[in-house]
Every structure is written in structure tokens, then in C-alpha cells.
């Protein structure tokens, strides 16, 4: 199991990097106690592989609670838990900066009658055993909030986009999903139902696959959906997009749309994107 620590300077940027690690598979837990991140490993082993990456944001905000952070992770390399720290820094000018423009008070400024300037010097000083043990460090001083979750895709992905892709086929008749980016109708092509040996099959089935694809407005229509998600996904992954839903309709949801996702999702994959195909309708009964 991989197990994340993110920290650093309260205004650097956790919020937003947890929300980023959790658009890639990361299991997200904000402002864990570190004393009880040893007893929270334990429970994650026990997910039994349903859990597999863990980030836990760890800062100033509990206070002399931070105390425990070394310790804990000590704890959890005795135990063979492997771990690394992310650690989000930033100029303290800038800091300050952003702490007026949001107008939220620093943590370390609760119940105590320091500056702001001071709370940032307390709160360094705190965070500097943790600094020293990084294994990765951003200074997100001159980054933007895209640029922030372009150095974490670079350190956390392995390979591949870091978009994922959701190509999912549907029926019409049961509505459109809510959740896509982008809808095709393929029911302008020959629809398999009105055969009687491919009626009760779907679109997995080799046969049904066949028939759809032996027309030639079907493989001339498969192109040319190719060549503009090729063409779309670059522009969707330079804007910042961390998921993309294409919905693929047929009627039913099972025999052409299947089809037609199935192949999209190949095609995708190809290209290097994380591509999940699942397909809502197709164990549906026709009315």
C-alpha cells in the first residue's frame, strides 16, 4: 500500500494538491491527528486491497498535536509501511498575500495575539523536521492553482495522461446521463435488434460486432469519431480537465453504442489515456 503525507505551509496549496491526489485513485483524509496516522495505516491494510493509495494532509492546524508527526511516521517504517512526504512551501510575502486577499485567519494565529508575519515564522519553524525528511518538496510561490496540479500529475503518474477518460454507451430510451461531457447518437446506423440471432446478444459478442461494423457509414462514422476525440483530448488535458465522460447512445444501450465504445475506449488507450468503458443499459430488458 502507498502512503502519502502531504504538509507544508498553511496557504501553500494542500487543499488543493489532496484534491488533485484524490482525482488520481488517492484515499484522502484531511487534517489527520499524526498521532493517529499509524492506527489509520493499520485500518487501510485491512482494506483488503480495496484501499491501495492513501494521502494524508498533516499540518499546523492541530497545533502541538503536529509534535507527533515524526514519531508516527517512525512507527509506520517499523511496521515495513512505506511513505513519502509531499511538502507544499511557499514565500512568505506571497503568504501573506494570500491570507488578505481570502481573508481567513492562520491557524496558528487562533487564540493568540501574534501577526501574521509571526504565525508564518512560528509555523516554519514547526514544519522544519518535516521539511528536512521531504521527498518531495513544490514551492507553489509563482505557481498557479493549474500549474500546482500539472507538478503533481509529474510526480505521482506513472506514465500515461493524466486525464481519465470515462466512455460509456447508453440507451436512449432510459435518458441521457447527467454526467457527460460529450453525447453521440449512433442510432442513425442498422440497428443488430431487428435481427433474430443477434436480437438477445450485445455488443461484446463478436457477431453483433460484426454486423454492426460491416456498413460503411458505420466504419466511416467510427473514423471520424476517432480522429475528433484525437483531436479533443489534448485540448480537454492542456485545460486542466482531470476527467472526461463520453456517452456513446443507441437506442437500447446495448448492441451499436457498446459497440462504438468499445472501440473509442481501444482507440483512447492507444493514445496513452486512462480509459475506464463500462456500459449502464446493457443488461436492461427493452420495453
Not at 494538491?17 to 485491512?46: H, R, T, W
Not at 513544490?138 to 477518460?165: E, H, N, P, V
Amino acid at each position: 500500500m502507498e502512503f502519502l503525507i502531504v504538509t507544508g505551509m498553511s496557504g501553500a496549496g494542500k487543499s488543493g494538491a489532496a484534491n488533485v491526489l484524490e482525482d488520481m485513485g488517492y484515499y484522502c483524509i484531511d487534517n489527520i491527528p499524526p498521532a493517529l496516522i499509524a492506527k489509520f495505516s493499520e485500518i487501510c491494510m485491512q482494506s483488503k486491497g480495496k484501499i491501495s493509495k492513501v494521502a494524508m494532509v498533516v499540518d499546523s492546524r492541530g497545533g502541538d498535536l503536529f509534535g507527533d508527526l515524526l514519531e508516527s511516521l517512525d512507527r509506520l517504517k517499523e511496521r515495513d509501511n512505506c511513505y513519502k512526504i509531499l511538502f507544499l512551501d511557499c514565500d512568505d510575502d506571497v503568504l501573506i498575500t494570500r491570507y488578505k486577499e481570502t481573508r481567513r485567519k492562520h491557524p496558528l494565529c487562533e487564540g493568540a495575539a501574534v501577526t501574521l508575519q509571526e504565525a508564518i515564522r512560528r509555523e516554519r519553524e514547526l514544519l522544519q523536521p518535516a521539511h528536512q525528511r521531504a521527498n518531495y518538496i513544490i514551492d507553489t510561490t509563482l505557481l498557479t492553482a493549474a500549474q500546482l496540479r500539472d507538478k503533481i500529475y509529474q510526480i505521482f503518474l506513472d506514465g500515461g495522461s493524466r486525464m481519465l477518460i470515462n466512455c460509456m454507451s447508453f440507451g436512449f430510451k432510459y435518458g441521457l446521463p447527467s454526467d457527460a461531457d460529450l453525447v453521440f447518437d449512433v442510432r442513425c446506423l442498422p440497428n443488430p435488434f431487428y435481427i433474430p440471432e443477434l436480437k438477445e446478444k450485445t455488443g461484446r459478442d463478436r457477431p453483433v460486432e460484426d454486423y454492426v461494423l460491416s456498413f460503411e457509414q458505420s466504419t466511416t462514422l467510427l473514423d471520424k469519431l476517432k480522429d475528433l476525440l484525437g483531436y479533443l483530448a489534448p485540448l480537454y488535458v492542456e485545460e486542466g480537465k482531470s476527467q472526461l465522460m463520453v456517452a456513446i447512445g443507441c437506442t437500447g444501450g446495448k448492441h451499436r453504442s457498446v459497440v462504438f465504445t468499445e472501440h473509442l475506449g481501444a482507440f483512447l488507450t492507444e493514445q496513452g489515456y486512462r480509459v475506464v468503458c463500462n456500459h449502464r443499459d446493457i443488461l436492461k430488458t427493452k420495453k
